[in-house]
């Protein structure tokens, strides 16, 4: 299906178009790349958090307990780091994701981003990942004219946590942070945590969802565009 002519898109001004970053526009959890990366680029954050796992891990698996678990993990890696340390990492991860766009970039999505943005739609990239390393990303990868919403984080006890923890129905509540309120033309997405931006979408998109996103998606929403 293209998007690429405004003739064939529904006539309502602007046209605003909501695309989730992990899993959708990039492959992979980004989050944990960037918190990753932090905790190697000093070492002993790394093993300390690899000794919390077996208690922070199963918080992760919970939405109720999603950003206690990610928070956790932020802080134990980011503990006693400058903003230039962070800003060196983050800048190294863009550089790598960039550097290797047939290993990242989800091509079909990219596909249909450009061609809403070549029928100048609005498009909002809309992510639990930290907002910083997600405009970096992009950025480092060529694209243009979007706005990114993302995760932001807070200073606490010298190390950062989450706050706003943009995941989930939470989504809703940054974008109107932003003035960007529903309806939306499109929503695009891989993962049914997503079903808040999907509900309130005219027309909602699933891109390469896993088995269990899709079947859950399908038992709300019942038939709706995949983009494989």
Request: hydrophobic share 40%.
């Amino acid at each position: 299906m293209s998007v690429s002519h405004r003739s064939n898109l529904p006539e309502q001004q602007p046209r605003l178009v909501l695309f989730d970053f992990d899993g959708t526009l990039i492959s992979g959890d980004n989050g944990t790349r960037m918190i990753v990366e932090f905790a190697r680029s000093r070492g002993w954050p790394l093993i300390t958090s690899i000794l919390c796992t077996p208690i922070i891990l199963p918080l992760l698996l919970f939405p109720p307990t999603k950003r206690l678990g990610a928070s956790m993990y932020l802080w134990l890696s980011t503990v006693g780091m400058g903003k230039n340390q962070i800003n060196r990492c983050l800048k190294r991860l863009a550089a790598v994701t960039a550097g290797n766009p047939q290993h990242y970039r989800i091509e079909p999505a990219w596909e249909r981003l450009q061609q809403h943005l070549q029928a100048g739609d609005k498009v909002v990239v809309i992510t639990g990942c930290w907002e910083k390393m997600a405009k970096k990303t992009l950025k480092a990868m060529g694209l243009n004219g979007v706005t990114v919403i993302g995760s932001r984080k807070q200073r606490w006890l010298g190390g950062y946590i989450s706050n706003p923890h943009c995941y989930g129905k939470n989504k809703v509540h940054c974008l109107a942070s932003q003035n960007i309120t529903p309806p939306w033309t499109y929503a695009y997405t891989d993962s049914v945590s997503d079903r808040h931006l999907l509900r309130l979408a005219d027309k909602p998109v699933l891109v390469r969802p896993s088995l269990y996103s899709l079947i859950r998606v399908k038992s709300i929403f019942g038939n709706i565009e995949v983009i494989k």
